[in-house]
């Protein structure tokens, strides 16, 4: 396998031996359970198993359930049953598998637990944090509701991601600077409500806009208030009229919501900072007035959300409000940063004010990590996806055997109601197009596997234009993730190919709803070419993809 010259890091490396030994290790010593629950989704009136495995680094004489029906007013105990131990030599450990049957639960409870090993002398080891008592432990939560299934609308969502500040600025006006990538650049609300008709033509249904509330930055990540439009992108009236406007024309509208870390420019963090006690409770301190951020960025404090602290309810109150103002669900940037805990009560406060609403997480992290979050919303972006279309058609590290395993297997351990949105790539990786070399033929084929797989297809905006970048985000002198967010370039008026494509792939999506429900069978596979069909038990597709050193190939009928 040649090296190619911008390699994609989707997973941190976490895909790459070195790391996920380590990771794999960290996951398996000690004590730990990971939400793993049979089935992934339990619901109302079904009994289900719970799991938990210990390592042979702890002397673990029994493992118990405990567990509350009352939001912990009250606990219960319940043991579990060994399993046989089996060697795992990455951990280079002996781990055994502890099992509970449950009895089923009826409709609206809500299950909150516990999992400790008992050591020697009595003393407790609980799962994931390995602490040492019930207070510092984690804490476990499933809900049983026959009512968390994902929208049917978003079965047959085609996504377009508007990165706002890079999108377009409005008519009549220029794009204020374009030079530096650090700073805005001037796209606002006003300029995304110019372009729904276009977003549209394109065969688009829903929009995801990237953060819009006040904050400091271009990208809006660090979140200054909830409450507040940033004035650089428009108003809360602006963005009301791009709701109502957006729905008149059948189109949803999904907005980015960040739980995990604010701006440090944020009033409670500022007063936190100050000294003030109710403040202080908002955020996590290592040692006042020493915080916890996110990857260490000083920039991004991050939330104290544990049960009954005021950042949890200020963000539940914040994603209700613009739910009542019209959004159609969230976008759930870093979910694996809040515990999944606070996603369940997050997701019933959304459901609360829109059953409809749609929500899934940003989880770069293994498929099985992927699947905890089952039960506490809808569903997690499809990196795994991202990754075997840009290994296949951008980088060709993948062959076409790899691309077949995977299609083969791509439902095989996710539950059916659990929604994977896939995408070629985004504002956070170098853009398929530029990954690809400018190779427009490549790019025509992800798209057509991502328009064809079940997830629904998400698009980076420019993405229909064969937008590029100047270099990659990995590159030693690069701005990081912001190279690959440059300005759409509205004067050229050229159709491209990736466009035409676009259209032409939605209005097929649409006609064949089966896709979202389909499996894909090999049917046929060369070094160069394979065949496979695409079914649902009623309808079927065949799809075949050709390559040779400079060029791509996806038909189907």
């Known amino acids: 396998m040649t090296t190619h010259p911008h390699p994609d890091h989707l997973f941190g490396d976490l895909d790459q031996p070195v790391k996920g030994s380590l990771h794999h290790i960290t996951q398996n010593r000690g004590m730990h359970h990971a939400y793993r629950v049979s089935p992934w989704l339990p619901k109302p009136d079904q009994p289900f198993r719970i799991t938990a495995t210990s390592s042979s680094d702890l002397a673990v004489q029994q493992v118990t359930l405990r567990y509350s029906l009352d939001e912990g007013k009250s606990w219960q105990e319940k043991r579990l049953d060994a399993g046989e131990w089996r060697w795992d030599t990455l951990t280079w450990a002996w781990l055994r598998d502890w099992q509970l049957d449950f009895p089923a639960l009826t409709e609206g409870t809500e299950l909150f637990y516990q999992i400790y090993a008992e050591l020697p002398e009595g003393r407790p080891c609980f799962a994931d944090n390995q602490a040492a008592d019930a207070t510092k432990a984690t804490l476990f939560r499933l809900r049983f509701t026959s009512n968390n299934q994902p929208p049917a609308w978003s079965q047959w969502a ?209 498929a099985d990590e992927q699947i905890s979050f089952a039960g506490s919303m809808h569903g997690t972006l499809d990196f795994l996806t991202c990754q075997a279309l840009r290994e296949t058609f951008a980088t060709r590290h993948w062959s076409l055997s790899q691309l077949a395993g995977y299609l083969e297997n791509y439902w095989a351990a996710y539950p059916l109601e659990f929604s994977r949105p896939a995408f070629i790539d985004n504002h956070d990786m170098n853009r398929f197009f530029f990954t690809a070399q400018g190779s427009v033929p490549a790019q025509q084929a992800a798209l057509r596997l991502l328009y064809l797989m079940p997830g629904a297809p998400i698009v980076y905006y420019g993405s229909e234009r064969e937008l590029s970048q100047w270099q990659s985000i990995h590159a030693n002198n690069a701005l990081g993730f912001d190279e690959a967010r440059p300005a759409m370039d509205w004067e050229e008026q050229k159709e491209h190919t990736s466009a035409r494509a676009m259209r032409e792939l939605a209005a097929f999506r649409q006609q064949n709803p089966w896709l979202s429900q389909a499996r894909w069978h090999a049917l046929e596979l060369e070094p160069q070419k394979l065949v496979l069909r695409v079914s649902d038990g009623k309808e079927q597709l065949q799809v075949e993809i050709s390559s040779n050193q400079d060029n791509w190939q996806v038909t189907f009928n």
């Open 158 to 366: 085609v996504v377009y991601q508007v990165f706002v500040d890079r999108f377009n600025p409005g008519k009549g006006k220029k794009w204020p600077q374009t030079t530096d990538l650090t700073k805005p650049f001037g796209g606002t609300l006003r300029g995304v409500i110019e372009k729904l008709d276009y977003i549209k033509d394109l065969g688009f249904n829903t929009i995801w806009l990237s953060p819009i509330f006040a904050s400091p930055s271009h990208h809006g990540y660090d979140i200054s208030d909830y409450l507040r439009v940033e004035p650089r992108f428009g108003t809360e009236a602006d963005l009301r009229e791009l709701l109502d406007l957006a729905h008149a024309k059948g189109l949803r509208v999904l907005l980015d919501f960040v739980a995990n870390h604010c701006s440090n420019q944020h009033e409670r963090f500022q007063a936190a900072l100050a000294g003030d006690k109710d403040a202080i409770s908002w955020f996590k301190w290592k040692n006042f007035p020493e915080y916890e951020s996110f990857y260490d960025v000083p920039e991004m404090p991050c939330f104290n959300l544990e049960p009954g602290s005021p950042a949890r309810a200020h963000l539940l109150e914040v994603a209700r409000y613009w739910l009542q103002c019209g959004a159609d669900g969230y976008r759930l940037d870093f979910a694996n940063g809040p515990a999944r805990e606070f996603w369940v009560e997050f997701q019933q406060a959304c459901q609360e004010v829109n059953p409809d609403c749609w929500t899934f997480g940003e989880i770069v992290a293994p």
